[in-house]
């Protein structure tokens, strides 16, 4: 059974970066499209970046427009491991995210396969 757990969520000033981690227990991510989901104080859950699973054709990375060209969804098939680096954070941002990996990235990159538990992540204004 895939068992996904995060890291890297902390208190950030505004404008600041954070790195986030997704590893995989139990099994691999090999085969598995990864992607990481917001779930803002009072909010919907948000599907934030899908980055495919890394077969013969690469990988190709998708985003949500409330991230694109601030965050960065990249994989590292040897480690196992996936990463989502977010720059120029503002106070919108805070929320806990949760990794999450299914066999393709599902429309508008909310409903996998399997969940982590999730990281805080706190933006300060």
């Known amino acids: 059974q895939l068992q996904l757990v995060e890291s890297g969520g902390g208190l950030v000033q505004n404008g600041g970066s954070l790195r986030l981690s997704c590893e995989a227990s139990g099994s691999t991510l090999d085969g598995y499209a990864v992607g990481w989901i917001r779930q803002a104080p009072g909010e919907e859950r948000e599907g934030l970046a899908c980055?495919?699973?890394?077969?013969?054709?690469?990988?190709?990375?998708h985003y949500a427009e409330s991230v694109k060209d601030r965050f960065t969804l990249s994989r590292d098939t040897y480690k196992g491991t996936a990463y989502l680096q977010m720059n120029r954070l503002g106070p919108q941002d805070t929320g806990v995210y949760y990794c999450?990996?299914?066999?393709?990235?599902?429309?508008?990159?909310?409903?996998?396969?399997?969940y982590g538990r999730g990281t805080q992540v706190t933006v300060a204004s």
């Open positions: 999450a990996a299914d066999p393709s990235c599902p429309i508008s990159f909310l409903h996998y396969d399997y």
């Open positions: 980055i495919t699973a890394d077969d013969a054709g690469g990988v190709r990375v």
